[in-house]
């Protein structure tokens, strides 16, 4: 099992930053590709940004390009989301997972055997 814990989400103005961490712990997570998930309300779940298990190869959702940065410390077991330049639309509930599936075709978590932390909450105002 892996416990991930999200932190750093907070209220923000239009075209402030936030950084997000996501602590890991029990089972090692330096095996895995992680990722942020995010939900807004009235809205399904979409896929932010992911890192594969050695932090060479990087993933983003098109809206976030240029704007986030994924990266991993293996030896903390820890993962950051750096946002900059955010916007009222990236306003949601951030989720760290563990265990990301991507491809050419996108990431998806590698449900059944992924892992989610609670959430962490990021507002942007405009």
């Known amino acids: 099992q892996v416990q991930l814990v999200e932190s750093g989400g907070g209220l923000v103005q239009a075209g402030g930053s936030l950084r997000l961490s996501c602590a890991a712990s029990g089972r090692t997570i330096n095996s895995y590709t992680m990722g942020w998930f995010r939900q807004a309300p009235g809205k399904e779940r979409e896929f932010v940004a992911a890192?594969?298990?050695?932090?060479?190869?990087?993933y983003y959702e098109d809206s976030v390009k240029g704007r986030f940065a994924i990266v991993r410390d293996n030896a903390k077991s820890t993962v950051y989301l750096q946002m900059n330049s955010l916007k009222p639309e990236d306003t949601a509930v951030y989720y760290c997972?563990?265990?990301?599936?991507?491809?050419?075709?996108?990431?998806?978590?590698?449900?059944?055997?992924?892992?989610w932390g609670q959430g962490t909450q990021v507002t942007v105002s405009s």
């Open positions: 890192i594969s298990w050695s932090g060479d190869r990087t």
């Open positions: 997972v563990a265990n990301v599936h991507c491809s050419a075709y996108g990431c998806s978590p590698g449900f059944p055997n992924d892992y």
